[in-house]
Structures are given as C-alpha cells and as structure tokens.
C-alpha cells in the first residue's frame, strides 16, 4: 500500500460501495445527511457557482449543495454511485490515485472533499480552487485508530497537515484539528480556506458561523 492512500479500509470502502448499506461508525458516505462542516462553511461559496465534490461517494454533499443552486461537478472512482448522479452533475469516473489528475486545466469556485485522503492529490487540489473560491476539507486525523477505523496512520493527517498543504496560496478562514462526538466520534482535521482574488485585502470580510 503506497503511503497517504485514500482513507478506507476494506470494511471501509465496501460499504461506500454498497450506497444502501447500514452507515458504519467511520462510514459517512453512506447516510444522506451532510456534513456540519461543509454545512456550516457553505456561505462561503459563491452563490450559483461551480464546486467540485471530490471522491464524492454516494453524493450527500453534491445533492445538497445542488439543492442550494450551485452548479456541481463530481468524480469518483464509483460508476454505480456517479450514475445516481448525473442528472444533477456533471459527473466524471476516474481512478484518482492511479491515474493523473482528471481537472488539470479547471478550476471551480468551491472544492469538496471529505474522508479521503491521498497526498499526492493534494497539490492538485489547491490548484483547483478558483481565485475567489473555498476549498472545504475534512478527513480523519492521528489518534483515530484509538476509537476505531481507519488505523493506518497513511490514512490520517498529521497535526497541522492541512495548514502546511493550503498555506501560503489559500488564505485560511476556520481550521479544527481534535476530537468530535457527532454525528460519530472521531478523531478529525478540517480547513475552510479562500484562494482570494486579484485585489483582496486584509480587512475582507469572511463572516465565520458558530
């Protein structure tokens, strides 16, 4: 297993395969509802703009932020999960981790991804947001083997891994790296970070949500 794969485990990933499957501890992609993060981040999204759902499983969050008029895109490696949502995005089947980067010459004004992780993605992934654009991430941290799945720490971020990965070209707007009881306990690192535009300044307001 080459370091920094995705964060599934076979247990893991089956059950992502399985959309209609009973949601594991670890298992988000599997439920409809969105994650809080993303939920509570969203404002910052342009309204009506383009946002890319990456390794977007059953596509919780692309029916969401759909549903708010925002214009989706969304790759997996998944043709069954991509094919419940094409009528809503434009959806696109691709092995992110053996193959190049699918987007090299797109950027969108939002960039989705959460509970997975390969590292070598990482770069492409900052590349992808738009100037003026979000990148909302969040995936397991170290510590989550103590709890339950994943447990290979090539799966996990390391403390500050986000802000290292984002920082200088993205302008940092929440970042949390710790522990949560809900919707599951998990040891978690998650970022809502800008990409600001030509002509940003340091008094720009980001309003933050509690």
């Known amino acids: 297993m080459m370091p920094g794969r995705r964060a599934r485990q076979p247990q893991y990933d089956a059950a992502i395969r399985q959309p209609n499957a009973l949601p594991m501890l670890s298992d988000p992609h599997a439920t409809a509802t969105p994650s809080p993060w993303i939920v509570r981040h969203a404002h910052l999204l342009r309204p009506g703009g383009t946002v890319l759902d990456v390794a977007c499983g059953s596509g919780r969050h692309v ?3 759909q549903a708010r008029g925002h214009q ?4 997996d490696r998944n043709a069954q999960a991509l094919a419940g ?7 696109m089947e691709a092995d992110l981790e053996g193959a190049p980067w699918p987007y ?3 950027t969108f ?9 390969w590292r070598p993605l990482l770069p492409s992934i900052v590349h992808a947001v738009a100037p003026g654009g979000v990148l ?14 994943p447990t290979n720490p090539d799966y996990l971020l390391r403390p500050g891994e986000l802000l290292d990965v984002v920082r200088p ?3 940092v707007v929440a970042y949390e790296d710790g522990f949560v009881d809900a919707p599951h306990p998990a040891y978690v690192q998650r970022i809502a970070a ?3 535009a030509s002509g940003a300044r340091a008094a720009d307001r980001y309003n933050l949500t509690l």
């Not at 949502?85 to 959806?91: C, E, P």
């Not at 909302?136 to 799945?149: D, H, N, P, V």
């Open 72 to 75: 989706l895109h969304a790759v």
């Open 63 to 65: 029916r969401w932020l």
């Open 194 to 196: 800008v990409r600001e």
């Open 85 to 91: 949502l094409a009528a809503i995005a434009q959806v």
């Open 169 to 171: 070209t993205l302008r």
């Open 109 to 117: 004004d939002g960039v989705i991804v959460t509970n997975y992780l």
């Open 136 to 149: 909302l991430y969040e995936t397991f941290a170290l510590g989550q083997a103590s709890i339950g799945k």
């Open 104 to 106: 090299p010459q797109q």
